[in-house]
């Protein structure tokens, strides 16, 4: 089963040693999505297929995200169609 991990608006994201640990039990992808509040849409980043990749985004994302923004990171356990970036989650 996928992890999902959610961050209430106005709560501190889990440390990148808590994701990582997500990430090295769920290793076909992750992704993450938060409210871009400049645009007034979702944004999502997903087809992160290592945890470099992973971390790379996850550092360059949170000093964008806003403190009001709920945060979403998912992690994903391939069950079907391949292990593959486009398969990975949060989907719009």
Do not use: Q, W
Request: hydrophobic share 40%; aromatic share 8%; proline share 10%.
């Amino acid at each position: 089963m996928c992890i999902i991990v959610v961050v209430p608006p106005k709560v501190k994201a889990p440390e990148l040693l808590t994701l990582e640990k997500c990430f090295s039990n769920n290793k076909d992808g992750a992704g993450l999505m938060y409210v871009d509040s400049k645009k007034g849409m979702v944004k999502i980043i997903k087809g992160l297929m290592t945890f470099e990749a992973f971390k790379a985004a996850y550092t360059k994302e949170m000093p964008n995200i806003p403190e009001e923004s709920p945060l979403v990171f998912h992690f994903r356990i391939g069950t079907s169609g391949g292990i593959v970036p486009e398969k990975c989650h949060p989907f719009p």
